[in-house]
């Protein structure tokens, strides 16, 4: 079973998932690695990383030097296809025009979504994140806990490969031994800064990301994956093979051809298509979903984009993995007389608590950086150490004025020059051109440290999205509308941010590049700009109060599963595609048994 | 001094931006990424042969060649500031009055100044006109709307001989090259940095 055209699909199948990307790419292969049969429908179009990813290109060779614009926001050589803030055709709307409520939704349209470029950054969530109301009062409890997790992240973590250390700090958990790839030396600025950093109690650790740091152990991993599945093992053993480890070069935003990090594209569906269990159909936007007369679902109603038509196919079971809000928007779009509201919405939380990540920055020139004798500082393609968050005893003593907590990610270096490089030099150089200016560039050059803030934003009733009652799509689709509202807990931790780095940077002796913010709502980074959205079909205990239980199945309609980030019913600092894999898996076991016990 | 050149350059200013724009769209939002691009092949550029000397001349006092160093003008760092000032998209846009208009009050300074065009001038001549507009002037100066043109043209040229790969090798990159293993920074950095 292969990429298909409509034409292939057969006419029942046991699960259709609904997206490529980390959820769908992890529900897949669970569920076709067990011999399930699996049609994955894309709404973008088939991608090969393996002939379309830059590798080595320079900037030179790009439209503008690889600047951002419209058409490509993350630069010229960004992986995403046809995605960003804005879709040609396919719009959503906000309900108020206040700049501080326009949630704004980011989305793409390709085999494998969002991986393909994000920034592998892999953290687990801790055993306080699945309990954040019980600590504080605040949000919302998940009906399970980090202990429920724990060996599914351990699974994810072998199967994707992620370098990392288990340092045993608060809320910070250990991988198990063996799980992690040994993670690569901090850099000159990283190094610095863990120094300085130990005068303001930060601890600065290796992060964790997924990236190749050496070749995955293809002899022991798939045995303790896929335990009594020789077929599986060996599908996954030569998988495993054909990934080469990193060689240090080539920015993770571009995707790898050598399928040295993890992207769906690259690590869940080639073994998933090697089964033989897997149809994917791209160029597949699903619309809404089937119901019998049963109250089940049966299948998915999708458009053909490439003949503009609607088709339906069929299954046992329905998987939506489209991307939080894209699932929330099938669900809602599935509307008929007897789900006046769409499907799976009893409770009437389908669409509510969308939460993003606090973000946060502050960069610093540093002069013991400058001019540094010439080394190779590309490494990882992203960072290497980063500060997990270190005041839980402060905030639980109330010392704090806002509840949860942020971690720190660092960018430091020379890295491959992208314009703009070197703008407004002018407060170091004085207006320096010619030779001088020449030499104020090699000597500035790498001396600079940015610090991002990824914080918890806690769930609340201000920020959720509906269907917009006019607006359509081009298919005739209706369209999400979002409502935003940060609590005063956001602005403040953001404001924080800015604080603790402007104080970081003081104690590297550095200059900030700008001064930091007047307020929180100043300091926050744009809703929606992080691109770390979940919630908005969120998991709980009491089916009047959530849309899905533990194993991401709806209350309403026990065939129909999510397995995206949409269940999240908290959005921990950690940044949530790790977490979305390990739910993503659980819930495909789950739906192995239940299928086993001829209860799906 | 240059009260009547700085007018001038408000006024043509106006006129660039007014100027019929040729229609063009950008690359979209799948463009091919492996692929090299040359200036003028996604959408038509604007300089004609006078600007375009103009902006060679300027790239040369920005980023002069060195040794066996090429200069921003080498490597044709102009056509990537056409390029820019052409493109379709509203942050390049909004580059292109500011560019075209201070090339032409660089050219009409030089006139003014030396009774020649900027391109003919000696370098000497040359740096007496971008030494008094290579730092921001103050809003009420007559020079403010230069110092601005310039401060963007020479952000321009930094981008665009910077990132190649003659330009990354002198501002001190040595990446992009495959490694076996990485093995952080050198003990050399280490002891500068009083890491060890």
Known sequence: ??????????????????????????????????????????????????SETPMFQDHSRAPLRGASTPDKFFGFYDATVDGGWKIEGEPYTLASKDPARRFEWWRARMMGGRTNHWGRISLRNGPYDFKPYSRDGLGFDWPLNYEDLAEYYDRVEMLIGVYGSNEGLENTPNSSPGVLLPPPKARAGEQYTRKHAKKLGLPVIPIHRAVLSVRQDSKTIPARLHPNNPRAQRILAKSMDERAACFWATNCVRGCSTRANYQSTTVHLPPALASGNLDILPDAM?????????????????????????????????????????????LLNSRSPRYPSGVANSSGRVGKYIMD??????????????????????????????????????????????????????????????????????????????KRFKEDVRRYYGSFVGFAGRGEMIPNEDSFCDLDPVVKDKWGVPVLRFHWKWSEHELKQAQHMERTFADLISALGGRLTRQPSKDGAAAIEAPGSIIHEVGGAIMGSDRRKSVTNQWCQTWDVPNLFLTDGAPFCSNADKNPTLTIMALAWRAADYMLEEMRKGNL | MAGTAALMVTERAALAQGEARPAARGYGSDPDLVRSYQPGELWPLSFNDHQRRTATALCDVIIPGEGSVPSAGDLKVQDFIDEWISAPYPAQAADRPRILGGLEWIDGESQRRFQRGFVELSLAQKTAICDDICRVAPADSPLHEPSHFFRRFRDLTASGFFTTPEGARDAGYVGNVPLATFDGPPPEVLRRLGLE
């Open chain 1, 1 to 50: 079973m292969p990429y298909i055209s409509p034409e292939q699909l057969q006419s029942q199948y046991d699960v259709i998932v609904v997206g490529s990307g980390a959820a769908g790419g992890q529900t897949a292969y669970t569920l076709a690695m067990e011999g399930v049969k699996v049609l994955m429908l894309e709404a973008g179009r088939y991608y090969d990383p393996q």
């Open chain 1, 286 to 330: 699903a619309r809404e979903v089937l119901m019998d007369d049963a109250g089940k679902a049966q299948g998915v109603r999708f458009i053909d984009r490439r003949r503009n038509r609607e088709l339906e196919v069929r299954a046992r079971v329905v998987v939506l993995a489209a991307s939080a809000c894209e699932s929330v928007r099938v």
């Open chain 1, 357 to 434: 990540t606090v973000g946060g920055r502050l960069g610093g020139q540093i002069p013991a950086l400058e001019g540094l004798p010439l080394h190779n500082e590309d490494g990882a393609g992203g960072g290497h150490v980063y500060v997990p968050w270190w005041l839980y005893q402060e905030q639980h003593a109330g010392k704090l004025d806002f509840a949860r907590g942020y971690h720190v990610e660092f960018q430091t270096g020379r890295h491959l020059p992208a314009a703009p490089m070197f703008d407004g030099l002018e407060w170091l150089t004085g207006g320096s051109y010619g």
